[in-house]
């Protein structure tokens, strides 16, 4: 609570970015005007559900995607003004970790190899400096380096995977790292090692993280503060216990009520959720979630809903917002 | 008390592979009576879905499977593919994973569900149609008359599910299993489905066998509940009484490593190290004993039985079951 009074300048920056889709002669709204702070060495949660628009949020940040409009300002610097060369330095800095861990690493190379790319192309020509380098981010991984450098990816499991693709993300010494539903195709017996893994390199290493995720446990296990997104919106932002705890939007307060307990006493709530989201091509005037809302009235549909805070940290997109 | 509706005896399944045999269930016995919900709980590998198909009898051509399936008085193995096929679909029925999968892509919604329905029910094209718009209704398609003109891919994930359920629903069956049933949906859509099915199911008094990875979705809705690690199920009790008290370490650290929403962020998850053994190479002991940190001596040389102690019904397979491994030797 106390950092919040002294907040000190945001490692990123993102500013009313705008991402779209051509689809045919229509236009997917995936991202319409979002706008967040990451600080230096803290954790932002991104969740929502599938096609809200996270995943290309998280692209659109490293420049993966191009925005329609809006700023990313990286340490000062915005990203969306950057080409060629100069985004290519920058991109050292920044890293990406993605859902499939055995899908993201080629299957015909050695996982010593696949480690070392990253130095390669960032122009580490000394061989042994590489080697070095490889050999201590496996060992920081969990992973004994003359056992598994010489190895292919077949040869291991999903989350072992995990760990080489963690390894490779942190081999060039980035500030900032977007996980993108990290352990979302793992079991949950290995989830747990994965998630304490990325608490320890992120303490180890003071990485800053985006960490989107579906999964509201997961994301609050891991965050500092949670974003919680839908249909190319942001709905709430906060820090993580108070939102869950208080959450202000009927949609954060849905999707924290459609959570399964695993606790029998706990009565499964009955039909909390009605309807589905509508489609990000033709999103629903005013607040996208009216259609689904049971706060909704005449002003949702009117009004496009801003981000305003309705407790200290806590800002609420919503014209209904629970007190 | 009268004969279950559904007896797995001792059923084993193992599939040839090219390092040697997998034993995918390694004998396994479970009963269900009519009415009532199993969940069966595991993680990927564990033979969960393996089981679920030698109850229907859809195992891979290669797969070896030994025991007994009793469905209503009858032993599945040995029933001959004439028999299975009037069975399956009418009293026995499915709903898997993968909506997408499971539907047939050039198929319209009507096509299939009223195939289904006339197959095995005596009806006319109009009376099949119009139980068709019924099912439909039922399970909250919106202008269920439309839908059935449509193909799967103009439905959404959820609508997808649903319309499987309503296929699966369509003869009345007396045992539905369902296989992930919402693993591939999102949360929100994921609480309607796991809603619709438990209401059909009373509705129906229709018996159902949930598999799934996630202890919260069977914790709401199971009457009973088996864990199954390695191939074998390794505790099994009514719902209430294993979340009360888990005497199968590996039951207690499945649920200790989910992360909870009243955990504080930051809290070191209790992750349970190492991975499950490789299903090919043979095992003396118990089966989750490297990964077990109340494992001893014992545990790496004998197979313990899946037996009750205390209750009767709450089965569990250790020999140092927890809440109970004080004063014995520990």
Request: aromatic residues 4%; positive net charge.
């Amino acid at each position: 609570m106390m950092q919040l009074a002294v907040r000190p300048e945001p490692l990123l920056n993102v500013d009313n970015l705008v991402v779209e889709y051509g689809l045919g002669n229509k236009t997917v709204h995936a991202v319409s005007g979002v706008s967040f702070e990451v600080a230096r060495g803290e954790t932002l949660g991104l969740v929502g559900e599938s096609g809200c628009g996270k995943s290309t949020l998280g692209r659109a940040v490293l420049q993966l995607r191009r925005a329609r409009s809006g700023r990313v300002m990286f340490d000062g610097q915005d990203l969306t003004a950057m080409e060629g060369e100069a985004l290519r330095k920058m991109r050292r800095r920044v890293q990406l970790i993605f859902q499939d861990p055995i899908a993201s690493l080629n299957p015909r190379r050695r996982i010593g190899d696949i480690v070392a790319e990253p130095l390669i192309i960032a122009g580490v020509k000394d061989a042994a400096e590489r080697k070095r380098r490889v050999h201590e981010v496996l060992v920081a991984v969990g992973l004994d380096p003359d056992i598994v450098a010489g190895r292919l990816p077949h040869e291991f499991s999903g989350g072992q995977c995990q760990r080489i693709c963690i390894a490779r993300s942190l081999v060039l010494n980035p500030e900032f790292i977007v996980c993108d539903e990290p352990v979302s195709a793992l079991d949950v017996s290995i989830r747990a090692q994965i998630l304490n893994l990325l608490e320890e390199m992120k303490a180890r290493f003071g990485l800053t993280l985006l960490f989107i995720a579906h999964d509201l446990a997961v994301v609050k296990a891991v965050s500092d503060r949670v974003a919680v997104m839908y249909l190319g919106r942001l709905c709430e932002v906060g820090p993580s216990e108070q939102l869950f705890a208080r959450p202000a939007h009927p949609y954060t307060d849905l999707l924290l009520r459609a959570i399964p307990v695993p606790d029998p006493d706990v009565r499964p709530a009955e039909s909390v959720a009605t309807g589905e989201p509508p489609s990000p091509i033709a999103p629903p005037s005013g607040c996208r979630f009216r259609t689904r809302c049971p706060r909704a009235d005449q002003q949702c549909s009117a009004q496009i809903p801003e981000l305003r805070e309705v407790a200290i940290g806590q800002f609420a997109a919503c014209h209904h917002p629970r007190a | 008390m009268s004969a279950p509706l559904l007896s797995i005896e001792h059923v084993a399944v193992e599939l040839p592979t090219p390092r040697g045999n997998l034993r995918a269930v390694d004998h396994v016995d479970l009963s269900l009576a009519a009415g009532r919900t199993l969940g069966i709980v595991g993680e990927s590998g564990c033979g969960k879905t393996m089981l679920s198909r030698a109850v229907l009898q859809l195992l891979p051509k290669k797969a070896k499977l030994t025991g007994r399936v009793i469905f209503d008085g009858e032993d599945l193995v040995r029933l001959d593919a004439e028999r299975l096929r009037r069975l399956r679909g009418r009293d026995l029925a499915v709903v898997f994973q993968d909506p997408m999968t499971s539907l047939n892509p050039v198929l319209t919604i009507g096509t299939q569900l009223m195939e289904t329905i006339q197959e095995h029910l005596e009806l006319d094209a109009a009376a099949a149609r119009k139980r068709s718009i019924e099912l439909l209704a039922a399970v909250g398609i919106p202008a269920p008359e439309q839908r059935l003109a449509q193909y799967p891919h103009q439905c959404s994930g959820g609508m997808r599910q649903r319309i499987a359920i309503a296929i699966a629903l369509s003869c009345e069956p007396k045992l539905l299993i369902a296989d992930e049933p919402t693993t591939a949906l999102d949360v929100t859509i994921q609480a309607q489905i796991l809603d619709l099915l438990a209401r059909e199911q009373r509705r129906r008094h229709m018996a159902m066998i949930i598999i799934t990875h996630d202890l919260g979705v069977v914790a709401g809705r199971a009457d009973e509940v088996a864990v199954m690690y390695a191939g074998r199920v390794v505790e099994r009790a009514p719902t209430s009484a294993l979340f009360k008290r888990m005497h199968m370490p590996y039951t207690e650290a499945l649920l200790a490593a989910i992360p909870k929403l009243d955990t504080a962020p930051h809290t070191l998850l209790p992750a349970i190290s190492g991975r499950p053994p490789d299903p090919t190479r043979p095992l003396r002991g118990c089966s989750f004993a490297p990964r077990c940190r109340y494992a001893a001596g014992r545990c790496h040389e004998a197979k313990p039985e899946l037996k009750g102690a205390e209750m009767p019904e709450h089965l569990y397979a250790c020999f140092y079951p927890i809440r109970m491994a004080e004063g014995i030797g520990a």
